[in-house]
């Protein structure tokens, strides 16, 4: 299967040519733009995120995707990552089965716990359910997803009879992913549930998660059954030269991590750190060149079917983030494919 090629967005709100931060409202219009770009230039996927926060525009990312849907003709669309701990599977279903009949058939979902947690006091859950949750909810929406009539019971929400749910899907099934941190827990559950694997890898060696592809791959041995997709999904930025990639990307980068870390009690981050992540880690910046070979290099250790470039960061201005879709799509992509044929 060839590598799929996809680009990601938390919709970072970001500053006008002013210096000014922009508005939600314009950051929503700008990630239509970017999606639009990535769709004409042959971009595999775009996702979005969903995030409670100022500091990110999207909370509704499926109406989002919608607005995308209705400017574009062949990618596929999705979330990164839709936060069903504190959503409604079946409002979750509905809303992504929507977007597949916007779109013909181009919807995706992938879900977690995601990485805050602004979203249970939002919607009034209870940050000490967050596994249980978690785990009532995903075992509801396999059976969405498999199943024209649902009958189930969990912990957390009344049972359901035969239930039928509209609109379903046209074609086939709603394609679910199941996005992974770093659990060997959830690993185990995404072949459980008969899901394809997306890892989000945001630091460190990207071959330091070939234990849990391996894992993946044991985990589907045992149950005798074909193995699904693995997905990765990293941080990066192109610009026309290495130099000027991390000079651009630099402060945007170091702001939005320092603002999460002060939150969670990180240390402020240095360049050594930022340049280290670039050169070893799993940072994708640099020129065309260099991100294609890096992204290469991942793919092959790690036997993916899909990688997904975060190509949002912090304040880097929309300009920016299209000139770097620009260059994703004319030029690492049909490089990568080279690599890799």
């Known amino acids: 299967m060839a590598l799929e090629l996809g680009l990601d967005t938390f919709g970072d709100v970001t500053r006008g040519a002013d210096g000014e931060t922009l508005s939600h409202a314009q950051v929503i219009r700008n990630v239509i733009d970017e999606a639009v770009l990535a769709d004409q230039l042959g971009v595999d996927f775009f996702g979005v995120g969903e995030h409670h926060r100022a500091d990110f525009a999207v909370s509704a990312p499926e109406v989002v995707l919608a607005a995308i849907a209705a ?81 189930w019971s969990g912990t957390t929400r009344a049972p359901l009879s035969k239930q039928r749910i509209y609109p379903p899907i046209e074609h086939g099934k709603l394609t679910s992913w199941i996005g992974v941190g770093g659990s060997p827990e959830s690993v185990v559950r995404a072949v459980r549930y008969d899901m394809p694997l997306m890892l989000a890898i945001i630091g460190g060696d990207p071959e330091r998660f070939k234990p849990y592809v391996d894992l993946y791959h044991r985990a589907y041995a045992e149950i005798q059954r074909p193995v699904k997709p693995i997905g990765v999904h990293s941080p990066g930025y192109v610009a026309a030269t290495d130099e000027q990639a991390r000079e651009e990307l630099w402060p945007h980068f170091k702001a939005g991590r320092d603002r999460i870390g002060k939150e969670r009690g990180w240390p402020p981050m240095q360049r050594s750190d930022y340049d280290r992540e670039a050169d070893h880690g799993s940072l994708y910046v640099g020129s065309p060149e260099t991100v294609a070979k890096k992204i290469a290099r991942t793919a092959t250790a790690l036997g993916l079917s899909r990688f997904n470039m975060k190509y949002s960061a912090g304040t880097l201005p929309h300009e920016k983030l299209m000139s770097c879709i620009e260059l994703y799509g004319r030029e690492v992509i049909p490089i990568v494919r080279e690599m890799l044929a």
């Open 71 to 151: 400017r574009t003709e062949r990618i596929h669309l999705g979330s990164a990552v839709t936060v069903l701990s504190s959503d409604d599977p079946i409002r979750v279903f509905q809303r992504f089965a929507t977007v597949d009949a916007a779109s013909n058939g181009r919807a995706e979902v992938i879900l977690g716990r995601g990485s805050f947690t602004e979203s249970f006091p939002l919607f009034g859950f209870k940050l000490d359910q967050y596994e249980t949750l978690f785990e009532d909810k995903i075992d509801l929406f396999a059976e969405l997803v498999n199943s024209e009539e649902v009958t």
